[in-house]
């Protein structure tokens, strides 16, 4: 198989992971005989620096004309002072909605050999494998009017919550083609005892149930998902909901792991490339250093291989090869136990490479 991937490494350690994750791309290809090239292109703040704007009309026109795109991540200090317009993450919700990236998939698994990093105890954490659907172009992050009126005490602000019934359909549409392919459960959330959206949301997820009489609905709202993310994480298995909710509920999902730097997730859209990124941020507090964690941009990879290319093999020697190097006991320092020594990026991206290598052996 023939691939193009767009690659906007971005800020910070972007540019770390994602050559980490190009590294065991290319070891996959050399595994199962596929070829896959790189177009780069500048996303948030080096975009900023380079051609004074974080999302140069190049980079849509790159990542158009991929068949997948790799992320690192966008921003860092030295952009944080500019106007709106011209942020770094800006960039990156441009990118989403250029691209129609309507539909945000975060898997939250937790890895046996590091199952020590949660807060949560591990009874509660053990075998947790759930994927959380998000609606990521539209909602109150989109809807218009978005402004201030008037001064003093009288001053008002208004966001817009604004969807339309086949934006939702679509969305809950493809939390239960997911769900086919897992285990057949859908948690919708939302707030439907008081918000008149949150009900329309309700009525499609309904209608879009009856398409798929094997899988189970269940209506949630957004306060008690929050608890029962933490409270007992195994009862999900495909949880769909708006943006806003899903954006703050899909953080917290991420923390039943424990470590940021573990979880990766996959944008998608219905006719064109998909957006692979890891959901942590540039960390320049250690950009540079050689010691960030690259394994959620590999995971990000594995998604890739799944969603956009279909490489359902290729994938898990991905996942395979991540859960290998944990047991060997390769860790950076964001996941290492305190007190014990780390490894550096390069050593755990090389570990995973010769997993993928080693796998030849035993097919
Ligand atoms: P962050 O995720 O960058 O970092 C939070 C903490 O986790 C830091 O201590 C960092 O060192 C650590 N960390 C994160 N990823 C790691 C990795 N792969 N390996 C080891 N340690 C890791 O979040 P932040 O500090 O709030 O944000 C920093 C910048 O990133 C900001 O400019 C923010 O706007 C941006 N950001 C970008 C994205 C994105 O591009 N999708 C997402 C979140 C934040």
């Not at 002072?81 to 942020?87: F, I, N, V």
Request: hydrophobic share 40%; aromatic share 4%; glycine share 10%.
């Amino acid at each position: 198989m023939e691939k193009q991937i767009a690659v906007l490494p971005g800020d910070g350690i972007g540019p770390e992971v994602t050559d980490a994750a190009r590294e065991v791309l290319q070891a996959v290809a050399d595994r199962f005989g596929h070829t896959f090239s790189y177009k780069k292109a500048l996303l948030g703040g080096c975009a900023i620096d380079e051609v004074g704007t974080p999302l140069p009309e190049e980079t849509l026109d790159v990542c158009r004309h991929a068949d997948g795109i790799l992320l690192g991540a966008v921003g860092g200090p030295k952009w944080d002072t500019l106007p709106g317009h011209l942020r770094p993450e800006k960039g990156l919700l441009g990118l989403r909605k250029g691209l129609n990236l309507f539909a945000n998939l975060r898997p939250v698994t937790v890895y046996d050999s590091l199952s020590d990093a949660s807060t949560l105890k591990n009874d509660v954490i053990d075998g947790v494998d759930l994927l959380i659907v998000r609606e990521l172009t539209g909602g109150l992050y989109f809807g218009e009017p978005r402004e201030r009126r008037g001064e003093g005490e009288t001053e008002e602000v208004v966001d817009t919550l604004l969807y339309t019934r086949g934006e939702m359909r679509r969305i809950i549409r493809k939390a239960f083609e997911l769900a086919m392919v897992r285990n057949k459960h859908v948690t919708s959330v939302d707030k439907a005892n008081v918000l008149e959206s949150s009900r329309m949301w309700r009525e499609v997820a309904n209608e879009v149930a009856q398409e798929f009489p094997e899988v189970t609905l269940e209506h949630m709202l957004v306060d008690n998902a929050a608890m029962q993310l933490i409270r007992r994480p195994k009862q999900f298995d495909v949880l769909v909901t708006e943006n806003l909710f899903g954006d703050i509920l899909s953080d917290e999902a991420s923390m039943v792991t424990g470590s940021l730097g573990m979880l990766p997730s996959a944008s998608l859209t219905s006719d064109g490339p998909g957006l692979y990124e890891p959901i942590h941020g540039s960390a320049p507090d250690i950009a540079g250093k050689g010691v960030a964690n690259p394994l959620a941009t590999i995971a990000s990879c594995a998604m890739m291989l799944k969603y956009s290319f279909g490489l359902h093999e290729e994938a898990k020697t991905i996942e395979d090869a991540i859960e290998a190097v944990l047991k060997q006991g390769y860790r950076t320092a964001d996941i290492a136990k305190p007190g014990k020594e780390s490894s550096s990026t390069k050593a755990i991206t090389d570990a995973v490479v010769e997993a993928i290598q080693a796998s030849v052996d035993i097919s």
